[in-house]
């Protein structure tokens, strides 16, 4: 069984950066479509970004086009998230998440982290 552990959250000035992290455990990380998904207070889990077994592929929310970068290490069984000219709308528990292919929603992806906090103060 996958495990996945978010790190890299905190507390940013609005205009500020952050970079979460996402390790695997497991064997097998290259074969899967990685997400990462956000959830702020009262509302429902929303898409971030996406992105596909080799990279080669990456899909982003039209709130963090430009803004964010997913990535990924396969040889690290890691993923990455940069996030830049971060908002406070981007307030949010953001976690990651593993599916077979690359997908929108989080129903596309059976396995997921424990989510990591980031705030964004104005």
């Known amino acids: 069984q996958v495990q996945l552990v978010e790190s890299g959250g905190g507390l940013v000035q609005a205009g500020g950066t952050l970079r979460l992290s996402c390790a695997a455990s497991?064997?097998?990380?290259?074969?899967?479509?990685m997400g990462w998904f956000r959830q702020a207070p009262g509302k429902e889990r929303e898409f971030v970004a996406a992105i596909s077994t080799l990279g080669a592929t990456t899909t982003y929310a039209d709130s963090v086009k430009d803004r964010f970068t997913i990535s990924r290490d396969n040889a690290k069984n890691m993923m990455y998230l940069q996030m830049n000219n971060l908002k406070p709308e981007d307030t949010a528990v953001y976690y990651c998440?593993?599916?077979?292919?690359?997908?929108?929603?989080?129903?596309?992806?059976?396995?997921w982290g424990q989510g990591t906090q980031v705030t964004v103060s104005s």
């Open positions: 497991g064997r097998a990380f290259s074969i899967y479509a």
């Open positions: 998440a593993r599916g077979p292919t690359v997908e929108l929603t989080a129903s596309g992806y059976p396995s």
